[in-house]
Structures are given as structure tokens and as C-alpha cells.
């Protein structure tokens, strides 16, 4: 009766803090996910094991896995390829457990492609959420300054679009906080709880 | 700069503990939120004022309320209506507060068609959520008492999937605990912030 677990989509502007809200929801337990390991092409480094850090593997493996469809997205950072392998993540959505995936825009426009009915958190940087106030106050800075940062906004706002939710990182509390509420809530959403009640009801 | 408030629509089978999910909401300050006052044709009684506890009116007046569709929803207890009047609910909407509304199911539903934008939060009673249990173990219950079980559950799950939210009521404090999430999650959706980003890039 357990219902399919969310896929939990973390993503937002390089810089914004992504990597520590993450850290901050795994060292205090604010809920608990499954972790998907990545594939890729770089060499283990000492004390890195296969298949738990990493999925390592060879150039050629990789580019199989991407012709076949078997990640969710990939990226090449330098000179390595990284991914994400789709069957463990379907695998533990299946099993009733929740996967957080913490990755760059492109990667989450990939995922949302494949994945939609994940749960797709933009983080924003708290500057997007008070550049009304520097507007409001702009003799205290040039207008080349604010002209910059409302063009970086725009695209802000345009990729934030394709998300389901916008969570200000103007605290890492404040947002782990909402990101709790954001997966209690999903958790309860008709959309998500509706099949197994009717399935329930079938079984006569 | 702020954004609207949510239209908070509490509802469920008769029986189910609506009442008294939120008056635990308002007795512990879960979260702020705005009274509608219900209009109605029943005489006040000792104590009660005008505007705050009730508009009271006369039926000529509530059914020109009706005509003139200054009601979200109405309703006919005994001899009396009771109704909840538009105008006072969207001016709260607009200042960005939140309004609950708790009100039965037909007028949910009816508040459904006029304000798609609320959040439809079903209560479900714990017997409808623990049945898949009673069905594994049949042996404890006669059949008829199952099969009435069934029947019952079906009407509520048609009912429940106009919902966005199914919250189950086995313990108050869980359910309390949902509706906040609930709360908390929705005002950071995007759906309900990206106009104010909008708006806020336009300003140049």
C-alpha cells in the first residue's frame, strides 16, 4: 500500500548555496531521502568506492549509458562526464522512498523532461527577493549596477518558471524549513495519494 | 510587494473532525489567518455582534444575495441560511492575508467553481485510510459490514479527488502538523510568487 516515493529536484543558480541547504537536511535528519550515485568518467580517488560514491566507469561505458537512455542527465565538468543513472532512482521511487537530486539548472530542465512528476524546488538567491527594495532605493547605487542585476533576475525568473516551487536561501534554516514543509505537503497532495485509495476500493 | 493571501478551503466527510482540526489551529496559532463572517437569516443571539460573529439578515436580503452572487457558497440548515459573502473574503485575499474557510462538501465544492486558485484541503477520516488493513484481515468483520465499508469509501474518494490536499485525521495534532505544511509549501509555490518577480523586473 506504500505510495511511490517523491523525486525531489534541488536546483538553482550556480552559487546560490544548493550544496549546504542539502548538507543541513542530511546532518540534522529533516527528512529522510535516499541518495542516487552518480556515473562517471574521472578516476576513484583514494577510498572512493564503486557503486557507493560513485558509479565509475570508462568513457566508452558512459556514452553507451547515454545512447541507451539510461541517465536521467548528464553533464561534462573539465574533462570528466557525470551523470545520473535512472533505474536505481525509479527503482527507490518504487520502493516508497524518497531521492533528492541536487543539480545545476540544465541538469533539473533534463530531469523534468523525463521525470515530471518530480517535485522541482528552485533555491533563489536571497538578492533576487530584495532587489524590489534596492529598486525602491536606487540613489544608493548606480544604474549600471541595477540595469545588471535585473537582466540577471529576468533569466532567474525565466528558468524559476518551470519549477514548482521558489525558495529563498536568505537563511539555510529558513529554507530547509520550507523545503520540509514543501515534501510534507506533496506527500499529501491528491494528486499522489489518490491511486492507492482507489486501488483499496477495488479489492472486493 | 506582497503577494496574495491563500484561500484556505477545509473540508470533508460529516463527522470527520473539521471543527475541531480547526480550532486547534486557532487555539495553538499555527498559523496566522483571516475569519470569514458567515452571513445569515437566523436570529443573534445574547452576546452576538452583528459583523462579527454573523451579518445578520433578512431572507429577502440573503436571497438578493444570492441573485446578485455576493455568496461563495450558501447552505439551508433547519429553517435558516447560512452563506459566506465574496467581497469580505477577496479583500483579505488582495491585503495578503490568508482566509480559512470550513465549511461541508457540497460548499467546497461550490467555492471550487468560483475560486479555482483556493487550496482544497480534504479530511479524511482514519477509517478510510486504515480500510486496506480491515480488507487483509476480513476474517475479523462480517461481510456485509465490509462491503458497507466499501461502498462509503468510494463516494468519499469520488468526493476527495477535487481536492489538492488529503489530510488524514487520525490524530488532530498529525493532521495540524499536514495543514501547516500545506500552508507553508503553497506560499512558496510558484504558481503564487512568480507575478511579484515579474512585477518586480518590469520596474525599470
Do not use: C, W
Amino acid at each position: 500500500m506504500a505510495n511511490k516515493g517523491l523525486l525531489l529536484v534541488l536546483s538553482g543558480p550556480s552559487g546560490v548555496g544548493k550544496g549546504t541547504v542539502k548538507s543541513a537536511i542530511v546532518k540534522n535528519k529533516v527528512f529522510p531521502f535516499e541518495y542516487s550515485v552518480s556515473m562517471t568518467t574521472r578516476k576513484p580517488r583514494p577510498g572512493e568506492v564503486n557503486g557507493k560514491d560513485y558509479y565509475f566507469v570508462t568513457e566508452k561505458r558512459f556514452k553507451e549509458a547515454i545512447n541507451q537512455g539510461e541517465l536521467l542527465e548528464y553533464n561534462r565538468y573539465v574533462k570528466h562526464y557525470y551523470g545520473t543513472p535512472v533505474a536505481p532512482v525509479k527503482k527507490m521511487l518504487d520502493a516508497g522512498n524518497d531521492v533528492l537530486l541536487e543539480i545545476d539548472v540544465n541538469g533539473a530542465r533534463k530531469v523534468r523532461g523525463k521525470m515530471p512528476d518530480g517535485v522541482f524546488i528552485f533555491l533563489t538567491p536571497p538578492d533576487l527577493h530584495t532587489l524590489h527594495l534596492r529598486l525602491e532605493h536606487r540613489r544608493t547605487e548606480s544604474e549600471d549596477v541595477i540595469m545588471g542585476r535585473i537582466r540577471q533576475a529576468r533569466k532567474e525568473i525565466l528558468v524559476m518558471q518551470d519549477y514548482d516551487y521558489a525558495v529563498v536561501n536568505d537563511t539555510v534554516a529558513n529554507a530547509v524549513d520550507h523545503i520540509k514543509a514543501i515534501v510534507d505537503a506533496e506527500h499529501v497532495s491528491v494528486k499522489r495519494v489518490i491511486d492507492n485509495y482507489r486501488k483499496m476500493v477495488r479489492e472486493d
